[in-house]
C-alpha cells in the first residue's frame, strides 16, 4: 500500500511569489493535515481537510490556504510568500473513524524562499 | 491552552543505556499521546501512543509512562542502539467537534546515541 506522498520533494520560490504543495493521502483515508516545521520551531499546525472541507485552521495568517479535491488529494497555497515561510511543510493522513487515530505523514516538501 | 512542553531538547545516550524524553500538557481535554520518531530528511513516523485511562504502556524497548494528575508523560528507550538516534516528538490531541484530530506537538528532542 502506497503511503502519503507530497511534491514536489525541494521547491525553491523567490520572496513575494506563491508556492503550491501537493499531497495524497493514503487510500481510503479522508482527512489531510498540513503541518509547518520550520527549523527551532517544531511542528506547526496550518490545516485540516476532511471530505473536501476546511475542518480546523491554525495560527497562520490568511495567505496559507489550500484545498481539498473530491479524490481527498490535497493543495496547499502559500502567497506573498516570505523569507520566514522557509520550512519543512508535512501532509499527514488519517481515515474517518469518529475518534482519535493515527496519522500517517508523507516525507514532506522542503519550501526555500530565496 | 493547547501547549505541550518537551524536554530536554537535546540527548546524548550511550549504547545499551536507557532514554528518557518529558513532556507536559496544559489542556486536560487532550486524551491521545502518541510519540513521534523523526530521522533527517523523512516524515515523522508513529513510535507508540496512549491514552489517558492507563497509566503505562510498552511496546518492545518503548514505554510510555502517564501521570494524569500532573500532567506529564515520557517516553523510555531500553538498551538504546545507535540506529535509535533521530528527533522524538511528543504529541497530544483531543476529539474536536465528534471528528477527526489535530496534532499539537512538543518542540523535539535529538536523541544521539554513541556506539
Known amino acids: 500500500e502506497a503511503g502519503v506522498t507530497q511534491s514536489p520533494t525541494h521547491l525553491i520560490k523567490t520572496r513575494g511569489q506563491q508556492a503550491t504543495l501537493r499531497c495524497s493521502p493514503i487510500?481510503?483515508?479522508?482527512?489531510v493535515y498540513w503541518y509547518q516545521q520550520a527549523l527551532g520551531l517544531g511542528l506547526q499546525f496550518l490545516l485540516w481537510y476532511d471530505e473536501g472541507e476546511e475542518r480546523n485552521r491554525g495560527n497562520f495568517p490568511p495567505r496559507f490556504s489550500g484545498r481539498q479535491f473530491p479524490n481527498y488529494s490535497s493543495e496547499l497555497n502559500v502567497n506573498a510568500l516570505e523569507l520566514e515561510d522557509s520550512a519543512l511543510y508535512l501532509c499527514?493522513?488519517?481515515?474517518?473513524?469518529?475518534?482519535?487515530?493515527?496519522?500517517?505523514f508523507g516525507q514532506g516538501t522542503r519550501l526555500t524562499v530565496v | 491552552q493547547q501547549q505541550v512542553k518537551q524536554s530536554p531538547q537535546s540527548l546524548i545516550v550511550q549504547k545499551g543505556g536507557i532514554s528518557i524524553i518529558n513532556c507536559a500538557y496544559e489542556?486536560?481535554?487532550?486524551?491521545?499521546f502518541p510519540w513521534y520518531q523523526q530521522f533527517p530528511g523523512k516524515g515523522p513516523a508513529l513510535l507508540i501512543a496512549i491514552r489517558p485511562d492507563v497509566s503505562e504502556k510498552k511496546e518492545g524497548r518503548f514505554t510510555i509512562s502517564f501521570n494524569k494528575s500532573a500532567k506529564q508523560f515520557s517516553l523510555h528507550i531500553m538498551d538504546s542502539q545507535p540506529g535509535d538516534s533521530a528527533t522524538y516528538f511528543c504529541?497530544?490531541?483531543?476529539?474536536?467537534?465528534?471528528?477527526?484530530?489535530?496534532?499539537?506537538f512538543g518542540k523535539g528532542t535529538l536523541l544521539t546515541v554513541n556506539p
Open positions: 499527514a493522513s488519517s481515515p474517518w473513524t469518529g475518534g482519535n487515530t493515527e496519522a500517517f
Open positions: 487510500s481510503g483515508h479522508t482527512s
Open positions: 489542556n486536560t481535554a487532550f486524551d491521545y
Open positions: 504529541a497530544a490531541s483531543f476529539l474536536s467537534g465528534g471528528s477527526n484530530y489535530k496534532l499539537t
